[in-house]
Nanobody, 127 residues
Framework: QLQLVESGGGLVQPGGSLRLSCVAS????????IGWFRQAPGQEREGISC????????TYADSVKGRFTISRDNARNTVYLQMNSQKPEDTAVYYC????????????????????WGQGTQVTVSS
């Protein structure tokens, strides 16, 4: 069973940076497409970025394009989300998710399906 644990959230000032990490256990992460999602209070969950198994293909939501960068280190079973130039509207709980492990080649998309989810980490952007 694939398990995901996020870390790295916290309080950051507008214009600042944070890097989130998502560590996988139970199954080797290089068999899964990985996505990052966020959910602000009273809002629907938003898919913000995803990466293919190798990390060679990535995609971003318009709301974070040019500011956030997804990367993965399959040797460490870890995925990262570097968040720069942060805005108050980035405040949310951030989740990483993985699709069902498979050796099949596939790209990623923000619609999923994603079968495994972490518990989330809070990011607050405020002065």
């Amino acid at each position: 069973q694939l398990q995901l644990v996020e870390s790295g959230g916290g309080l950051v000032q507008p214009g600042g940076s944070l890097r989130l990490s998502c560590v996988a256990s139970g199954v080797t992460l290089d068999l899964s497409v990985i996505g990052w999602f966020r959910q602000a209070p009273g809002q629907e969950r938003e898919g913000i970025s995803c990466a293919s198994r190798s990390g060679g293909f990535t995609t971003y939501a318009d709301s974070v394009k040019g500011r956030f960068t997804i990367s993965r280190d399959n040797a460490r079973n870890t995925v990262y989300l570097q968040m720069n130039s942060q805005k108050p509207e980035d405040t949310a709980v951030y989740y990483c998710a993985a699709d069902r492990p498979s050796e099949l080649f596939r790209l990623c998309n923000l619609r999923g399906p994603y079968d495994y989810w972490g518990q989330g980490t809070q990011v607050t952007v405020s002065s």
